[in-house]
């Protein structure tokens, strides 16, 4: 499976940037889908999961209320909304792929720079 993320860019504080991962190969309706975001200096972090059963999501308490996390498998994207973006949200952001809960995420894409101005 190879996972492609896009959609990142400048926006000032208080905007709002969707995050596309696309991917292509296997069977993506079988995956857990995971966004997480490194900033310049910082250790990469966890963002949110959207699960392959029942689509469950779960967020990271910087982001819960702000970001949501959905997927289409007729398309093979999940999608990472983000509004009211802060400057501390300023990061890469990557899209990751695992089978099971708890196990290891298996399946990286390439980061995309989102960069929210004050």
């Known amino acids: 499976v190879q996972l492609q993320a896009y959609g990142g860019g400048l926006v000032q504080a208080g905007g709002s940037l969707r995050l596309s991962c696309e991917a292509s190969?296997?069977?993506?309706?079988?995956?857990?889908v995971g966004w997480f975001r490194q900033a310049p200096g910082k250790e990469r972090e966890f963002v949110s999961v959207?699960?392959?059963?029942?689509?469950?999501?779960s967020y990271a308490d910087s982001v819960k209320g702000r970001f949501t996390t959905s997927r289409d498998n007729a398309k093979k994207t999940v999608y990472l909304q983000m509004n009211s973006l802060k400057p501390e949200d300023t990061a890469v952001y990557f899209c990751a792929a695992r089978f099971f809960d708890n196990s290891p995420y298996v399946y990286w894409g390439q980061g995309t720079l989102v960069t929210v101005s004050s």
């Open positions: 190969g296997g069977t993506f309706s079988s995956l857990s």
């Open positions: 959207i699960r392959w059963s029942g689509g469950g999501t």
